[in-house]
């Protein structure tokens, strides 16, 4: 009587296929993960400058601050500040960050679509670290106590820099600090390349003072897969690969200066 079956070389032979396979679609089945999740974090984005242009529309104008002052006092919850992020609840109703339930928190994401599946605040830091960034991990910022979103916001005046070299270009960030400038979209030149919002985070920081900020721009540039998600003044959002800070322009004059953060160029 036969018998037939796999010998020991065969059994060995096909798990080494199986292998050899597995670690060629593993990488793969990755990317397409992160596809998704960069595709949903646009499709956020595309939302939130629509909300942002209508807000423009609805405040003469201008450009949304990164936060406005409520009037209330200070605390560990912030309430005497609201953030963009809650000044567009009127027009998004999604993502309204909710308040922890204890004054003692930490590392409270963000809801709905102010948060972003790619979010990691390594990523963020190690971009931020860099030299063509802030050459600062800003570790004081990643990871944030509590987030109100994983996007930053532009604040206008507040980062301006007149030098015109082409290491060190020209700059003058889309948005509003009320404690410096309400922009207006008249001042703007090129409203469908000044940048407002990108990959980033705005939140109370981890500095031992519960400190409001945000951070955006250069620390969007590995947020996916080498590249981040913008948002335009002119409401559209899409991918810049790389450090979008370093993509540069030269006026007449041979000011170099940041194409997509330079309003007054």
Not at 39 to 45: D, E, K
Not at 120 to 140: F, L, T, W, Y
Not at 158 to 182: K, L
Request: net charge negative; proline share 5%; with cysteine.
């Amino acid at each position: 009587m036969s018998r037939k079956g796999f010998t020991l070389i065969e059994l060995l032979v096909v798990i080494a296929i199986i292998a050899i396979l597995a670690a060629i679609l593993f990488p793969v089945f990755a990317q397409a993960r992160e596809k998704a999740r960069a595709i949903s974090c646009l499709s956020n984005a595309k939302q939130i400058g629509t909300a942002s242009a209508m807000y423009s529309q609805d405040y003469d104008e201008t450009v949304i601050p990164w936060f406005v002052r409520t009037g209330l006092p200070r605390d560990n919850w912030r309430h005497d500040l609201h953030s963009w992020a809650q000044n567009l609840q009127p027009y998004i109703k999604n993502g309204a960050p909710v308040d922890p339930v204890s004054a003692d928190f930490s590392g409270v994401g963000p809801t709905g679509m102010m948060a972003c599946p790619s979010f990691g605040p390594e990523k963020m830091s190690k971009a931020a670290a860099a030299p063509d960034c802030d050459g600062d991990p800003i570790v004081a910022y990643y990871p944030a106590l509590w987030y109100h979103a994983h996007f930053g916001i532009g604040f206008g005046k507040a980062a301006y820099d007149d030098t015109c070299t082409q290491p060190a270009p020209h700059y003058y960030f889309a948005g509003s600090d009320v404690r410096v400038e309400i922009m207006r979209l008249a001042q703007v030149q090129r409203v469908s390349e000044a940048v407002i919002v990108s990959d980033g985070m705005t939140g109370i920081l981890n500095n031992g003072s519960h400190s409001f900020g945000t951070t955006m721009g250069c620390e969007a540039t590995d947020a996916h897969q080498g590249g981040g998600t913008h948002v335009f003044l002119d409401s559209h959002a899409k991918r810049i690969n790389r450090n979008s800070e370093r993509y540069l322009d030269q006026d007449s004059g041979g000011c170099w200066y940041k194409k997509y953060y330079s309003i007054d160029k």
